[in-house]
């Protein structure tokens, strides 16, 4: 049986394969969406989204055409971008959002480590650029190899790894305190 993550092997040929794709993609989709969005709701809300535009086009899927992954993640990712297109492209920042976590009962001492670290990690993408943002959300949020994002974003795979490190690279720089 492949990987729970992976499309190695799946068989989409239908709207009656949605239990299958939400299952093996669920857990991705949803920490690419949560990588882009500031709170968990609203993670929530535009990962069932995405499943939703899923369901809708899962019957216009062509194998032939390319892998599904790049073609669900490019759903994923116009999923994000409506999102933030009906807000009418505000930014906005929550503190709440940015110490708000998934419960994992951690101790004090590790949840204010963590939070202080997320909301640092936070606004450290918040002030990469948006290919930037865009293409460390889909290497660690999702989990894409750099061909796979180099086919989603039209980018030769040797340009998506200078433009992951590089990013890093700023991120680190920036979490650091040094101006980008």
């Given at each position: 049986?492949?990987?729970?993550?992976?499309?190695?092997?799946?068989?989409?040929?239908?709207?009656?394969?949605?239990?299958?794709?939400?299952?093996?993609?669920?857990?991705?989709?949803?920490?690419?969406?949560?990588?882009?969005?500031?709170?968990?709701?609203?993670?929530?809300?535009?990962?069932?989204?995405?499943?939703?535009k899923?369901?809708?086009?899962?019957?216009?899927y062509?194998?032939?055409?390319?892998?599904?992954?790049p073609?669900?993640?490019?759903?994923?990712?116009?999923?994000?971008?409506?999102?933030?297109?009906?807000l009418?492209?505000?930014?906005?920042?929550?503190l709440?959002?940015?110490?708000e976590?998934p419960?994992?009962?951690?101790?004090?001492?590790?949840?204010?480590?963590?939070?202080?670290?997320?909301?640092?990690?936070?606004?450290?993408?918040a002030?990469?650029?948006?290919r930037?943002?865009?293409?460390?959300?889909?290497?660690?949020?999702?989990?894409?190899?750099?061909s796979?994002?180099?086919?989603?974003?039209?980018?030769?795979?040797?340009?998506?790894?200078?433009?992951?490190?590089?990013?890093l690279?700023?991120?680190?720089?920036?979490?650091?305190?040094?101006t980008?």
């Open positions: 049986m492949p990987d729970q993550g992976s499309s190695a092997g799946l068989q989409v040929s239908g709207p009656q394969d949605i239990g299958l794709v939400y299952d093996r993609f669920f857990r991705r989709v949803y920490n690419y969406v949560r990588y882009r969005v500031p709170d968990q709701a609203t993670a929530e809300d535009v990962t069932a989204q995405v499943f939703e899923v369901l809708d086009k899962l019957g216009t062509k194998s032939k055409a390319g892998p599904f992954e073609w669900l993640f490019a759903i994923a990712r116009n999923a994000v971008h409506d999102h933030y297109r009906s009418g492209w505000r930014r906005w920042l929550s709440d959002a940015v110490l976590r419960s994992q009962d951690p101790t004090p001492e590790e949840a204010l480590a963590k939070d202080e670290g997320l909301a640092g990690l936070t606004a450290g993408l002030k990469l650029g948006g930037e943002r865009e293409i460390l959300g889909l290497k660690f949020g999702a989990g894409l190899g750099n796979e994002i180099a086919s989603m974003e039209g980018l030769s795979e040797s340009n998506v790894g200078v433009i992951v490190f590089r990013g690279k700023k991120l680190k720089g920036i979490m650091k305190g040094e980008a």
